[in-house]
């Protein structure tokens, strides 16, 4: 089954304590992307890769930082997290430049991360 | 940064009621995408838009693009309890560059 896939689900850590939230899909995408959404502030886009070893930063990407090593993965890491990256982080991937101009593809959503901070 | 204005934030209707959000840019688009969120669930594109001027249907959700590809709405006919979810836009400013989200509009339906 074609899917983005993210771990954890459900994560609650403490100030400080660096982690990592994996993200992987299986459509051979070219792009990827991850976004918080809080309340009130829709989906804000954190960081972008376009394909493998080429990230640049999205909106919002204070605080975060990401890797392509794989076309597959995509792992958010928080160095040092803080209460104010409490939030709900998706995922995101597009078939890219390989299946036409990635401005014109649809983004294939994983199910979602809810992180607390303390 | 450049934002997508969407309003109204939440409605809530009565089944059976129509139904329309409104999205709004200052520049120009290259497309625009809709996307539905279930409540507890992700984001679920529903359909893009690319050309001046263009209208898609979808059973009874009729989308719109402006002629100056500047703003964009979604309708939906005679709105069913199944209809209840945020709808987002999402448009780029230029092809290739970052989708911009809406902040969404929450839609309730009550029977």
């Known amino acids: 089954e074609a899917q983005v896939t993210q771990n954890p689900r459900y994560l609650i850590t403490v100030t400080g304590k660096k982690l990592t939230v994996t993200c992987s899909q299986n459509m051979n995408h070219e792009y990827m992307s991850w976004y918080r959404q809080d309340p009130g502030l829709g989906l804000r886009q954190i960081y972008y890769?376009?394909?493998?070893?080429?990230?640049d930063k999205g909106d919002v990407p204070e605080g975060y930082k990401v890797s392509r090593k794989e076309k597959r993965n995509f792992p958010l890491i928080l160095e040092s997290p803080s209460p104010n990256q409490t939030s709900l982080y998706f995922c995101?991937?597009?078939?890219?430049?390989?299946?036409?101009?990635?401005?014109?593809?649809?983004?294939?959503f994983g199910p979602g991360t809810r992180l607390t901070v303390l | 940064g450049q934002q997508v204005m969407q309003i109204p934030q939440y409605q809530h209707v009565q089944e059976g009621e129509d139904f329309t959000t409104y999205c709004n840019s200052s520049t120009t688009l290259s497309n625009i995408q809709w996307y539905k969120q279930r409540p507890g669930g992700h984001p679920v594109f529903l359909i893009q838009l690319v050309k001046s001027g263009e209208v898609k249907k979808q059973k009874r959700l009729t989308f719109q693009f402006g002629e100056a590809k500047k703003n964009s709405s979604l309708h939906i006919t005679a709105t069913q309890t199944t209809d209840v979810g945020t709808y987002f836009c999402a448009g780029r400013h230029q092809a290739g560059t970052a989708l911009i989200f809406g902040k969404g509009t929450t839609l309730s339906v009550s029977s």
């Open positions: 995101a991937s597009i078939p890219g430049l390989a299946g036409g101009p990635a401005s014109y593809n649809e983004q294939f």
């Open positions: 890769s376009m394909n493998v070893e080429v990230t």
